[in-house]
Structure formats: C-alpha cells, structure tokens
C-alpha cells in the first residue's frame, strides 16, 4: 500500500488562511469522493469558506493554480485523477501536471498539495479516494499537506521575538 510511513500531521492556527482546491471532472465518482475528504479536513482545520473551483480535467489544474497563487491564497489543493490506458496519453499528463503544480508552487511560493491520483486501474483510484471501503484518502491528505506547509512559511516569514 502506498500510504505507509505517512506523517501524521498536526496542525494549529490555521483558521484564517485563504485555502482554494481546484477538481477536475473526470471519474466523477473518484473526484466525488477527492473532494470530500478535502472539505472535510478543511472544516477540521477551521478552514469553513474555502475556495472550490471545479476544472474540466487534471490537465487544467496547474494554470488555475497559477492564478490562484497570484490572488493571495495561501494555500492550493489540487484534486485529479488520470488512469492509465493504452496509449502514451496518461505519462504526458501525469508528467505535465505533476511538472505544472510544482512550478506554481516553487515559483509563487504558495503551497499546492498534490491529490493527483495517477493509477493503473480505476479501482486503484477508487482505493486512494476516500470513499467508504477505500484505504487512503488522498484529498484529505493533500489538504493537510498543503495548509501544514503554508502555517510552516508563516512561520518563517514572520520576525522572531
């Protein structure tokens, strides 16, 4: 399973962060679920109006990001799934957006957390989807991956007393 030795992440002082999550539409059963675990690590976080912007598919997360991060949120969850099929088409996206997130990410200086699922098989997706009967929840994940990230920034951006 791919989630073993994942961190157990505990995070304070996060209320008043600008957090949006971008989903894209395809494997709308997979993103159903994506998105709801991140709503809901959101509203355990006392993040209780964040941003959700849906997008056609995974290939549209990263410039949504961009912009996003040009508009003052201090945090981006971005939500996809890309399964593979017979062609070269699945590595070319999984690449690209994988490439795009971290680009936004490391140009802009506001954390994406990457709840793209890149699987073989949709079961696999279902599997990592927060759904009843899933092992991971990788929407819950990227949330708090992304919003630990942005009080840790805060953290060092702030002068010390």
């Not at 505990?10 to 709503?39: F, P, T, Y």
């Not at 355990?44 to 996003?68: C, H, N, Q, Y």
């Not at 017979?86 to 957006?97: A, K, L, M, N």
Request: proline share 4%.
């Amino acid at each position: 399973m791919s989630g073993k030795g994942a961190p157990e992440l505990s995070v304070k002082n996060c209320q008043d962060l600008r957090v949006a999550v971008i989903a894209a539409q395809w494997h709308e059963k997979v993103m159903d679920g994506l998105v709801d675990g991140a709503l809901r690590a959101l509203h355990e976080l006392g993040i209780d109006e964040p941003t959700l912007l849906r997008v056609p598919g995974s290939w549209e997360l990263p410039v949504v990001a961009k912009v996003l991060a040009g508009r003052g949120y201090d945090a981006i969850v971005a939500l996809g799934v890309v399964i593979r099929g017979g062609t070269p088409h699945f590595e070319y996206v999984c690449e690209g957006v994988t490439r795009g997130l971290a680009q936004v990410s490391v140009d802009t200086g506001v954390p994406v957390g990457f709840g793209l699922l890149t699987c073989d098989t949709e079961e696999q997706a279902v599997d990592r989807a927060g759904l009843e009967g899933s092992t991971e929840d990788k929407g819950h994940e990227a949330v708090y991956a992304a919003v630990s990230t942005a009080v840790t920034l805060r953290s060092v951006s702030e002068p010390w007393h």
